[in-house]
């Protein structure tokens, strides 16, 4: 398994940016899909983004198509989510997932992050 570390959450007003990582350990991060997943306070955690192991495709859930792209550079063993036009709606725990097999679906992703937490104040 790979070991995940996020970091870039904060707090921000509703139109504005944030900007996660994702540092990976080890030597097999480009063998991995990554994904982007969040959890708001009394729900479920729920799909964000996903990113094949070469970065060649990607796939979104439909609340943050046009807002959101994730990205991920291989030599420095990293995933990306650039968020643009926040939504308090966006508010959560954002977790960083690998995987080997690219997909919308949290079953998938055998190695987690920690989380970072995301605020959008209205």
């Known amino acids: 398994q790979v070991q995940l570390v996020e970091s870039g959450g904060g707090l921000v007003q509703a139109g504005g940016s944030l900007r996660l990582s994702c540092a990976a350990s080890g030597r097999t991060f480009s063998s991995y899909a990554m994904g982007w997943f969040r959890q708001a306070p009394g729900k479920e955690r729920e799909f964000v983004a996903a990113?094949?192991?070469?970065?060649?495709?990607?796939i979104y859930t439909d609340s943050v198509k046009g807002r959101f792209t994730i990205s991920r550079d291989n030599a420095k063993n990293t995933v990306y989510l650039q968020m643009n036009s926040l939504k308090p709606e966006d508010t959560g725990v954002y977790y960083c997932?690998?995987?080997?097999?690219?997909?919308?679906?949290?079953?998938?992703?055998?190695?987690w992050g920690q989380g970072t937490q995301v605020t959008v104040s209205s």
């Open positions: 997932a690998a995987g080997n097999t690219w997909s919308a679906k949290s079953s998938t992703f055998n190695s």
């Open positions: 990113i094949n192991y070469s970065g060649s495709s990607t």
